[in-house]
C-alpha cells in the first residue's frame, strides 16, 4: 500500500473512529429532584424488600439485555394494592453479556427500599432515573434512609415545603419521620388523606 492507498484508508476509517469514541463517551444526564417533585410526578410509592433480580433479553433478537425486580414485603404509600410489585430496568447481565446503563439503580436480594416510580415503559421506571429509590439501613425502630442535601426537606407551612438547615453531603433521617414526610407531600398532591 502506498502513501495515498493509507492516507485514503485513515481518511475513511476516521469517520468510523470518531463515531465509536462519541459512543462510548455518552453518558447519563438527569434534573436533580426534591422529595416533592418525587412524590408529586410518582406513580406509585412503597416501602419493599428486593426478592428476586433477574435479567433477560428483551427483544427476541438479543440487541438489549433487562432487569426485573421484583419487591415483597410491600407498605403501600401511593398507587400500590398489590402484595408484590415488579418493575422493569434496562441493562443487566445474561450468560457473558453484560449491558450497563450509567446511573441506573441496582438491587440487591433482601435489601429495603423506599421507591417513587412511575407506571410508564422507559429505561428506569424510578421518578428521576435514580433519584427515586431510597434504601433502608437497619430494621425495626433504627430504620432509617440515609438522604442527601437535595432530598433534605423539613416539615410543610401552609403546603409549602420548608427547607431544613442546609447541611453538605448526606444525613441518616428516622424511616418513620421519612415516611411521614413522604405521607405528607402526597397528601398535598392530593394523593392521600
Given at each position: 500500500m502506498n502513501v495515498v492507498q493509507?492516507?485514503?484508508?485513515?481518511?475513511?476509517?476516521?469517520p468510523l473512529v470518531l463515531f465509536a469514541v462519541a459512543?462510548?463517551?455518552?453518558?447519563?444526564s438527569i434534573v436533580e429532584k426534591d422529595l416533592d417533585a418525587l412524590a408529586a410526578e410518582a406513580d406509585r410509592v412503597f416501602v419493599g424488600t428486593v426478592a428476586v433480580v433477574r435479567s433477560q433479553w428483551a427483544d427476541s433478537e438479543q440487541h438489549s439485555i433487562?432487569?426485573?425486580?421484583?419487591?415483597?414485603?410491600?407498605?403501600?404509600?401511593?398507587?400500590?394494592?398489590?402484595?408484590?410489585?415488579?418493575?422493569?430496568?434496562?441493562?443487566?447481565?445474561?450468560?457473558?453479556?453484560?449491558e450497563m446503563v450509567a446511573?441506573?439503580?441496582?438491587?440487591t436480594v433482601g435489601e429495603r427500599v423506599v421507591i417513587f416510580a412511575r407506571n410508564q415503559l422507559a429505561v428506569s421506571p424510578i421518578v428521576g432515573f435514580n433519584q427515586g429509590c431510597m434504601r433502608?439501613?437497619?430494621g425495626g425502630d433504627d430504620a432509617s434512609v440515609t438522604l442527601t442535601t437535595r432530598d433534605r426537606l423539613g416539615t410543610l407551612s401552609s403546603g409549602r415545603a420548608v427547607l431544613a438547615e442546609a447541611a453538605s453531603g448526606e444525613v441518616a433521617?428516622?424511616?418513620?419521620?421519612?415516611l411521614a414526610n413522604v405521607r405528607q407531600r402526597l397528601a398535598v398532591?392530593?394523593?392521600?388523606?
Open positions: 493509507c492516507r485514503r484508508a485513515l481518511c475513511a476509517a476516521l459512543r462510548v463517551a455518552v453518558a447519563t433487562e432487569t426485573l425486580v421484583t419487591f415483597t414485603n410491600i407498605e403501600p404509600l401511593f398507587g400500590v394494592d398489590t402484595a408484590e410489585v415488579e418493575l422493569r430496568f434496562g441493562g443487566g447481565s445474561v450468560g457473558d453479556v453484560t446511573g441506573m439503580p441496582t438491587f433502608i439501613e437497619g433521617m428516622p424511616l418513620r419521620e421519612f398532591r392530593g394523593a392521600i388523606k
